[in-house]
Antibody, heavy 118, light 108 residues
């Protein structure tokens, strides 16, 4: 059974950094396309980042240059390093598997809350 | 960038049919996916590739996509279908993933 468990969410000051993790089980992250999607309080879903099995990474416009997605294959874990955090980065961050051929998010974690506030 | 437009809300009586639309420029040429999100829960994929149901999703859920509009249809709506519904596409040429703003389905 595929399981994704996010961690690392916290309260952080504007300009600060944070690293989120997503521990996967039931499959190997290194052979799958993986992604992050966020949801600001009371708002809709917003794509954050995708990493391909080959290592190529892509980012949403407002995240480019500040966020970095990576994998630790030995721990079967996905990471999201977030820098220069702003108030509008406040959201629940979900980790998900991404279908290679059609680009849909088929398995989701429960999410981890990031709050950026003075 | 590509934009998907969904109505903020839709209301339907139990047992009736609910339709949620997703508009986009020539969206019929893209593949559309739909997610259901209940309060306090993670999204769940309910339709992929325009009209395919993942295992475990009731046959009451269906999808279509043509021209400038994709549609999620829920037949014989139940109280448990009350949720937010999001459409999503992948622009493979520019490696961008896009979500619609979501529609809140209220069961009267």
């Amino acid at each position: 059974e595929v399981q994704l468990v996010e961690s690392g969410g916290a309260l952080v000051h504007p300009g600060g950094s944070l690293r989120l993790s997503c521990a996967a089980s039931g499959f190997a992250v290194r052979t799958n396309r993986m992604g992050w999607v966020r949801q600001a309080p009371g708002k809709g879903l917003h794509w954050v980042s995708i990493i391909y099995s080959g290592g190529s990474a892509y980012y949403g416009e407002s995240m480019r240059g500040r966020f970095t997605v990576s994998r630790d294959d030995s721990k079967n874990t996905l990471h999201l390093q977030m820098e220069s955090l702003r108030a509008d980065d406040t959201a629940v961050y979900y980790c998900a598997t991404v279908n290679d051929r059609e680009g849909f998010f088929d398995h989701w974690g429960l999410g981890t809350l990031v709050t950026v506030s003075p | 960038s590509y934009v998907l437009t969904q109505p903020p809300s839709v209301s339907v009586a139990p047992g009736k049919t609910a339709s949620s639309t997703c508009g986009g420029d020539n969206i019929g040429s893209k593949t559309v996916h739909w997610y259901q999100q209940k309060p306090g829960q993670a999204p769940v994929l309910v339709i992929y590739n325009d009209n395919v149901r993942p295992s475990g999703i009731p046959e009451r859920f269906s999808g279509s996509n043509s021209g400038s509009t994709a549609t999620l249809t829920i037949n014989r709506v139940e109280a448990g279908d009350e949720a937010d519904y999001y459409c999503q596409v992948w622009d493979s040429r520019s490696d961008l993933w896009v979500f619609g703003g979501g529609t809140k389905l209220t069961v009267l």
